[in-house]
């Protein structure tokens, strides 16, 4: 039995991560009334009561640029974070995704004697597989999100818990005529745009992805397009690519993503975590990516598996097609949407595919992170 207050030190560093905090802390509060909360996150972890050190903004960073600017301040606050908590140490340490940022505190923290949790993988399984042995003298438990990565830490004799995935948690069944119905639209065949949200990715993607649409609609006139943006300046990037696309009948809309893809027939989506919630919402999809020639080269020679695309790491054998670098090409994209609208027996099942991954992920990740802090705080106490 955990008795007295007790100390818990966390990092997340992004908004998917701050949501995750959130989620653990709460469970834990649960337990453990009396655990105080304190390290960097966002404002969902701080409305659960995490002091925040720092905001996770300071260490959150998208592309080379990003981190060049605020590299020597990130390196200064994990030296800060070490040395804080060396001296004021922490029941348990529980670092959030962001790698390059929290194993190197971990290593750091575990070399005092301070027991480490990861809350989400790193892509170790495929790409710089060289990685684990630095994980395995950096943490004391890995919370992975799928059965997989659990099976692959096994291997090298690392502590894991899969804990599922919180979006199986979120999503319950999809309405897609609800979704329909509350964006307005028909009856007629409905395609999902989703470009990205980086910047670069969405110029290289938006072009094929416009002249695909105008080629679907040749072959379907009463198509649909449906595209949601991420931000302002992922419109703003979009448009610049493409002009304004009067002729095609587009409704754009200022996030909802999720509702977007509920509604969809099909979409085509940059790699990502779009593509996950696609499988989750039923969506049959395809994956799109382009990298600069210097990133796939060094991609092509790093990775250690074959696809892209989550789903095709969680199901028996690969079904979501994807074009990638130099296959991404509107022709390529058409012939793949038209594998799904031309063949309804392929489109029910992979739908069916995708209810099996929903219901192996949907676990209550929040609560069984919990229990395994709970856990390693009770062999403390």
């Given at each position: 039995m955990v008795q007295g207050v007790i100390d818990i030190a966390i990092v997340a560093?992004?908004?998917?991560?701050?949501?995750?905090?959130?989620?653990?802390?709460?469970?834990?509060?649960?337990?453990?009334?009396?655990?105080?909360?304190?390290?960097?996150?966002?404002?969902?972890?701080?409305?659960?009561?995490?002091?925040?050190?720092?905001?996770?903004?300071?260490?959150?960073?998208?592309?080379?640029?990003?981190?060049?600017?605020?590299?020597?301040?990130?390196?200064?606050?994990?030296?800060?974070?070490?040395?804080?908590?060396?001296?004021?140490?922490?029941?348990?340490?529980i670092g959030i995704d962001v790698p390059d940022f929290n194993i190197g505190l971990e290593s750091r923290l575990k070399h005092s004697g301070i027991p480490c949790i990861?809350?989400?993988?790193?892509?170790?399984?495929?790409?710089?597989?060289?990685?684990?042995?630095?994980?395995?003298?950096?943490?004391?438990?890995?919370l992975a999100l799928f059965p997989f990565e659990a099976d692959f830490y096994r291997r090298y004799q690392v502590p894991v818990t899969c804990v599922g995935h919180p979006m199986a948690d979120e999503i319950s069944e999809p309405n897609p005529q609800s979704a329909r119905d509350a964006l307005g639209f028909g009856s007629g065949p409905l395609v999902a745009l989703l470009p990205g949200s980086r910047r670069n990715e969405v110029k290289r993607l938006a072009l094929p992805m416009v002249h695909a649409a105008h080629a679907l609609l040749a072959q379907y006139p009463e198509i649909e397009f449906v595209l949601p943006f991420a931000t302002d300046k992922v419109r703003e990037t979009f448009y610049q690519a493409t002009g304004k696309l009067e002729d095609l009948p587009l409704t754009t809309l200022k996030g909802q993503s999720r509702l977007a893809l509920e509604a969809a027939d099909v979409a085509i989506l940059a790699s990502g975590t779009a593509s996950l919630e696609a499988a989750l919402l039923r969506v049959p999809h395809v994956v799109v990516y382009r990298l600069s020639r210097l990133s796939y080269w060094l991609v092509q020679r790093l990775r250690q598996v074959d696809h892209f695309a989550m789903p095709n790491h969680l199901l028996p054998a690969p079904m979501v097609p994807e074009l990638i670098q130099d296959r991404v090409t509107p022709e390529n994209i058409v012939?793949?949407?038209?594998?799904?609208?031309?063949?309804?027996?392929?489109?029910?099942?992979?739908?069916?595919?995708?209810?099996?991954?929903?219901?192996?992920?949907?676990?209550?990740?929040?609560?069984r992170a919990a229990e395994v802090v709970i856990k390693m705080l009770g062999t403390r106490s």
């Open positions: 560093g992004e908004p998917s991560g701050d949501r995750l905090g959130a989620g653990l802390i709460r469970e834990i509060r649960e337990e453990i009334p009396q655990a105080r909360f304190s390290g960097i996150g966002g404002p969902k972890m701080a409305e659960q009561g995490c002091e925040l050190l720092y905001h996770m903004d300071r260490i959150g960073v998208i592309g080379l640029d990003g981190l060049r600017e605020k590299l020597l301040d990130i390196l200064r606050i994990r030296k800060q974070l070490a040395a804080r908590w060396r001296q004021q140490e922490p029941a348990v340490f990861h809350y989400v993988s790193p892509t170790v399984w495929a790409w710089r597989g060289y990685r684990i042995h630095k994980i395995k003298r950096s943490i004391s438990h890995m012939e793949a949407v038209n594998g799904y609208l031309q063949n309804p027996e392929r489109m029910n099942k992979i739908k069916l595919a995708f209810a099996d991954i929903h219901a192996a992920l949907k676990l209550d990740a929040d609560k």
